[in-house]
């Protein structure tokens, strides 16, 4: 049965960060995600995890500069150090909330270099990130997870494809190396998403899933796709982990505006209680 987590970087826009714990666990989730931690101590956060019942199931490593436009830096030549210490802050932040999977994203492809030079340094930096994550996190461990990201969102992201992903995955060759995927991403850049699932979940290198409808990135049942009959089918294929509800409400930060467009979810939430 798919369990859903709330995207507290996108949903509940309408309170502040620290408050969407609580706005998440009204409304009947039992677990989040979110980009950034980092702006706030790890043991805070901890505390309203604890205070709400919720787990945390998912966040980001450190991207680079964000407001300046970067978004990750694992595939950077000459970005090394930054990257380990990233990733060394973001170990220690997973083992404080108790989340099993950090996304490292890969970045953006620095203009003009080495197709091949960037493709080996995105492999160590994620190697890397996985060997520390097993190290420090032993003996459960954490999930190093790969998200192909769609190009009209973000413009020369280096990674795009689910074949890409899986192929990267292969020759990283490191056991808690998994994909996160979005089919928000996977179906604006590639589409046939039931057949892609079908042909990916039962390889056991998908740790995790990230909705919104499309092409708006709003809710689940507003756009093209018929999530209902996705859910089902991962549901079919024996998915019992986290979906990541990563949509901007389409009532934008309207009060209650993300509350009021979960109908789609209350099916869903009724069957994981019975
Ligand atoms: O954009 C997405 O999709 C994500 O999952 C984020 O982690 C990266 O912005
Ligand atoms: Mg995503």
Same mark, same amino acid.
């Given at each position: $049965?798919?369990?859903?987590a709330?995207?507290?970087s996108?949903l509940?826009?309408d309170v502040? #960060?620290?408050?969407?714990?609580?706005a998440a666990?009204?409304?009947?989730?039992?677990a989040v995600?979110?980009?950034?931690?980092?702006a706030?101590?790890?043991?805070?956060?901890?505390a309203? !995890?604890?205070?709400?019942?919720l787990? +945390?199931v998912?966040f980001?490593?450190?991207?680079?500069?964000? &407001?300046?436009?970067?978004?990750g830096?694992?595939?950077?030549?000459g970005?090394e150090?930054e990257?380990?210490?990233? $990733?060394?802050q973001a170990?220690k932040?997973?083992?404080?909330?108790?989340?099993?999977?950090i996304?490292?994203?890969?970045g953006l492809v620095?203009?003009?270099?080495?197709?091949?030079?960037?493709?080996?340094?995105?492999?160590?930096?994620?190697r890397?990130a996985?060997?520390?994550a097993?190290?420090?996190?032993?003996?459960?461990?954490?999930?190093?997870?790969l998200?192909?990201?769609?190009?009209?969102?973000?413009?020369g #992201?280096?990674l795009?494809?689910?074949d890409?992903a899986?192929?990267?995955l292969a020759?990283?060759a490191?056991?808690?190396v998994?994909?996160? $995927?979005? !089919?928000?991403?996977? +179906?604006?850049?590639?589409?046939d998403?039931?057949?892609?699932?079908?042909?990916?979940?039962?390889t056991?290198n998908?740790?995790?899933? +990230?909705?919104a /409808?499309v092409?708006?990135?709003h809710e689940p049942?507003?756009? &093209?796709?018929?999530?209902?009959?996705l859910?089902?089918l991962?549901?079919?294929?024996? @998915?019992d982990g986290?979906? /990541?509800c990563?949509y901007?409400p389409?009532?934008?930060?309207?009060?209650? /505006?993300?509350?009021?467009g979960?109908? @789609?979810?209350k099916p869903?939430l009724?069957?994981?209680?019975n």
């Amino acid at each position: $049965m798919p369990r859903f987590a709330a995207n507290l970087s996108l949903l509940y826009n309408d309170v502040d #960060f620290l408050d969407r714990f609580a706005a998440a666990a009204r409304d009947g989730f039992r677990a989040v995600e979110f980009l950034f931690p980092y702006a706030y101590a790890p043991a805070q956060l901890a505390a309203l !995890l604890q205070a709400h019942g919720l787990q +945390q199931v998912l966040f980001n490593a450190p991207p680079g500069n964000w &407001e300046a436009g970067e978004r990750g830096i694992a595939c950077i030549p000459g970005r090394e150090a930054e990257f380990r210490n990233g $990733m060394a802050q973001a170990v220690k932040y997973a083992l404080t909330l108790g989340c099993p999977r950090i996304h490292v994203m890969a970045g953006l492809v620095p203009q003009g270099a080495d197709a091949s030079t960037v493709r080996n340094t995105y492999i160590a930096n994620v190697r890397y990130a996985a060997r520390l994550a097993a190290r420090l996190a032993a003996p459960h461990g954490i999930h190093i997870l790969l998200e192909p990201i769609n190009g009209r969102d973000m413009p020369g #992201f280096f990674l795009n494809r689910q074949d890409q992903a899986h192929a990267l995955l292969a020759e990283i060759a490191e056991p808690n190396v998994k994909v996160q $995927m979005d !089919l928000y991403h996977c +179906q604006i850049v590639e589409g046939d998403l039931a057949t892609k699932i079908r042909q990916y979940l039962p390889t056991g290198n998908i740790a995790h899933f +990230q909705i919104a /409808g499309v092409p708006e990135r709003h809710e689940p049942d507003v756009g &093209e796709l018929n999530y209902s009959y996705l859910f089902q089918l991962l549901d079919s294929l024996g @998915w019992d982990g986290w979906i /990541g509800c990563e949509y901007r409400p389409a009532r934008g930060n309207a009060p209650h /505006g993300t509350s009021d467009g979960l109908g @789609w979810l209350k099916p869903w939430l009724q069957a994981d209680v019975n």
